[in-house]
């Protein structure tokens, strides 16, 4: 029965915290952004900390450059990236227009000549108008995202309440972890512990080293392109780069979006469409054999479909907060799976209980009286 409480208990406290998440979702904005600005900046004043520097001093002075760093790159890259997005959705239906003609051109040949022409409609579906239906699809998505994550607060608020919340959590720091651990149940106490260092380890693992890895791929990607001359080379690059967060959807997508720009650019160039090819081949290898495993490890565990499903689910449900949240969540979830699997295969329940053996039963020997 105390385990059984003690489950109960544990499914209770996590109802209760969906349900006030999903409640206050609205409003939380600012602060779990200032939670997750705290972590990620936390190790940073440690390591001041070891140098001397006092704990408020090193957390005013992070958080002062980051966000003099943060407001820079907004006033640099947003006006760059909204003309250049302007410009692309513009003239993308140009260019898939295009794609499909020289589709037709090559393949048309290929087709006459395997006699499957009849086979196929005569008025091929046009994909400008499914790629149409797709941007509507992620702007209604990002719009769903932008009201979730701003229906009660603006811009301004989240600006100024972030920061603070951040800088008070960063400078309590330890002193909250310290709190939180002596709330623990002192029977279990070092279980918790070897869970939450797990957690921490696939959490931090992840989002700062997958972070680095979106950061370098992004401007390796974004110059790269921008050197051969592609159109929107640039844009492309990051795109691929901030999309990078989840496994192999941003090479793909810059892989796509690349290829298909460079064949109508270029054609029937075939050196600098290779050339951009070979941007990405080359950027995937490197992502693969020395960013991911030196930056990110392989202790995190979070497999990519898993982590896909985490971002849009929680991104649906509770906009802007349900992303910053998700890849902790998921993190922690698997985290917690993993332990529940390894319990489960040592315990009895999938072991069975011990047989019995039953030894043969010795009948003495009889004497024999008569003899």
Same mark, same amino acid.
């Given at each position: 029965m105390t385990v059984q409480r003690q489950i109960g208990f544990w499914i209770a406290a996590?109802?209760?915290a969906v349900l006030l998440l999903f409640v206050l979702r609205g409003i939380l904005l600012p602060f779990v952004a200032g939670f997750a600005l705290a972590y990620l900046l936390d190790p940073l004043a440690d390591r001041l900390q070891k140098v001397g520097i006092g704990r408020l001093g090193a957390s005013l002075l992070i958080l002062v450059l980051f966000v003099l760093v943060f407001i820079v790159a907004l006033m640099i890259l947003v006006p760059f990236a909204a003309q250049q997005v302007g410009a692309f959705v513009e003239r993308l239906p140009g260019y898939v227009a295009r794609l499909q003609e020289l589709g037709a051109e090559q393949l048309g040949p290929l087709i006459r000549k395997l006699g499957i022409e009849d086979a196929l409609p005569a008025t091929p579906p046009s994909v400008g108008n499914l790629i149409s239906q797709g941007i509507a699809w992620v702007t209604a998505f990002l719009q769903g995202l932008w009201s979730g994550g701003q229906a009660l607060i603006g811009i301004f608020s989240l600006l100024v309440v972030t920061p603070v919340v951040a800088f008070y959590m960063l400078v309590d720091w330890d002193r909250m972890v310290r709190t939180v651990d002596s709330w623990m149940p002192m029977k279990h106490r070092e279980t918790i512990r070897s869970i939450a260092?797990? %957690?921490?380890?696939? %959490?931090?693992?992840?989002?700062?080293?997958?972070?680095?890895v979106c950061f370098i791929l992004g401007t390796f990607y974004a110059v790269s392109l921008a050197l051969i001359g592609l159109n929107f080379g640039a844009l492309i690059g990051m795109t691929a780069g901030v999309l990078?967060? %989840?496994?192999?959807?941003?090479?793909?997508?810059?892989?796509?979006?690349?290829?298909?720009?460079?064949?109508?650019?270029f054609w029937p160039d075939w050196t600098m469409i290779a050339a951009t090819l070979g941007i990405f081949i080359f950027g995937q290898f490197v992502e693969g054999n020395i960013l991911s495993p030196k930056l990110v490890g392989d202790s995190v565990g979070l497999h990519p479909v898993w982590l896909m499903f985490a971002l849009v689910a929680f991104g649906a449900l509770f906009g802007f907060v349900g992303l910053l949240l998700a890849v902790p969540l998921a993190a922690a979830v698997g985290v917690v799976a993993r332990f529940a699997l390894r319990q489960y295969l040592a315990s009895p329940l999938y072991r069975g209980a011990e047989p019995v053996?039953?030894?043969?039963?010795?009948?003495?020997?009889k004497v024999d009286i008569d003899a």
């Open positions: 996590l109802v209760v260092r797990d %957690i921490d380890r696939a %959490i931090a693992g992840f989002v700062r080293g997958q972070a680095m990078s967060f %989840i496994p192999y959807v941003g090479s793909l997508t810059g892989l796509i979006l690349s290829v298909g720009v460079a064949i109508v650019q053996i039953l030894k043969p039963k010795v009948e003495p020997e």
